[in-house]
């Protein structure tokens, strides 16, 4: 199965190698098909709506946790159902892309929020959307979800698979985050899964008060909130570094930083990390959630002209 997580940056460029197989040398494929269908959703915060899946074909995903993406086809407005004209690994990108504007489902990148087997044996998979307006498609769908409509995916069938980014060398000692709503659901599930007294730093960029989530964790972790008070653009990243600039951070021989939201913020918060705080820049893995001003499309668009910025932990800062 072809291998095609979907996003920001670093995400679809990937996509935009459409053709790589994502299988390992012993041809186990990582990614597969899943549908999945609305069985609850429940606001946590003024932000954020969880959407809780179930189906079948849940049997077969395995999350590697952390921040294990995946990339959803949401139903454009009008329809019920997400309908592909293909599942096949060989024709269903080309045609997916041939149907007509209307009528083809938008690719979202998404987190595994948490994925579970009830008592019951229902396969369940949470997704944390963030609510951002009815002009964006993805947001516009998950406002109006509804228990039975039904989805589709492309997600893990093994749980080490490349959209797992939190990759923590062996060695750290103090670990670093930066997120913004958008990635605050994979901020969650990685505090979820750090072992007990793990040292973290953590920033976490909301739009209101009350997104304020309850993050429980065994780890040792210092969490500053940072409520949006207006302002976009570089007001906005000018203000969120003055406050990750006034913060101690712990003393820490090989600290590891995960810094995961908005396309220009996430460059200056790891500038920041390498250039003033020492962090070595290739133990800093930033990746580009949304890009302010442009939709999905339009990333996945520079990702196929090989125009999309790298996200590679070697790049010039
Ligand atoms: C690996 C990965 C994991 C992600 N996980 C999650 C997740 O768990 N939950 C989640 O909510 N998002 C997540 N995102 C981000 C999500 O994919 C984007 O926000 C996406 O653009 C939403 O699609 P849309 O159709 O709502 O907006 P688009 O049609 O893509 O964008 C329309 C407009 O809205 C703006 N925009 C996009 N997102 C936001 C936002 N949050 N706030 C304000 N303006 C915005 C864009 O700049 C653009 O101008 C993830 C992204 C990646 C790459």
């Given at each position: 199965m072809t291998a095609t997580a979907s996003a920001a940056t670093t995400e679809a460029a990937e996509t935009a190698e459409i053709a790589e197989i994502a299988e390992t040398a012993e041809d186990i494929p990582h990614f597969g098909f899943f549908e999945l269908e609305v069985l609850r959703t429940r606001r946590l915060g003024h932000s954020f709506l969880r959407i809780t899946f179930g189906g079948a074909s849940l049997a077969?995903?395995?999350s590697g946790g952390y921040d294990q993406s995946l990339s959803l086809f949401l139903p454009p407005a009008g329809r019920e159902h997400t309908v592909l004209p293909s599942t096949a690994e060989d024709t269903w990108f080309a045609q997916w892309r041939a149907m007509p504007d209307e009528e083809r489902p938008v690719m979202r990148s998404y987190t595994v929020r948490e994925q579970?087997?009830?008592?019951?044996?229902?396969?369940?998979?949470?997704i944390d959307f963030v609510l951002h307006g009815d002009a964006s498609p993805a947001s516009y769908w998950a406002g109006r979800a509804v228990t039975g409509r039904r989805i589709m995916a492309i997600g893990p069938m093994v749980a080490e698979n490349k959209s797992v980014r939190f990759q923590p060398p062996a060695g750290t000692d103090a670990i670093l985050m930066y997120a913004d709503e958008t990635a605050l659901?994979?901020?969650a599930a990685i505090l979820d899964r750090l072992a007990?007294?793990?040292r973290v730093k953590a920033w976490f960029e909301v739009p209101h008060e009350d997104d304020r989530l309850v993050l429980p964790t065994l780890a040792d972790a210092d969490i500053t909130w940072v409520v949006r008070a207006g302002g976009a653009g570089r007001e906005r990243t000018d203000h969120l570094l003055e406050v990750v600039r006034a913060a101690a951070i712990p003393a820490a021989e090989a600290p590891y930083a995960w810094i995961a939201g908005e396309a220009a913020t996430i460059r200056a918060v790891r500038r920041h990390f390498v250039q003033e705080r020492g962090v070595d820049r290739r133990a800093v893995r930033f990746t580009g959630y949304w890009r302010l001003g442009a939709s999905e499309e339009e990333l996945l668009a520079e990702a196929y002209a090989g125009r999309a910025p790298s996200e590679d932990p070697g790049a010039a800062l």
């Open positions: 077969g995903f395995r579970r087997r009830t008592p019951e044996g229902v396969d369940e998979v949470d659901p994979a901020a007990d007294g793990t």
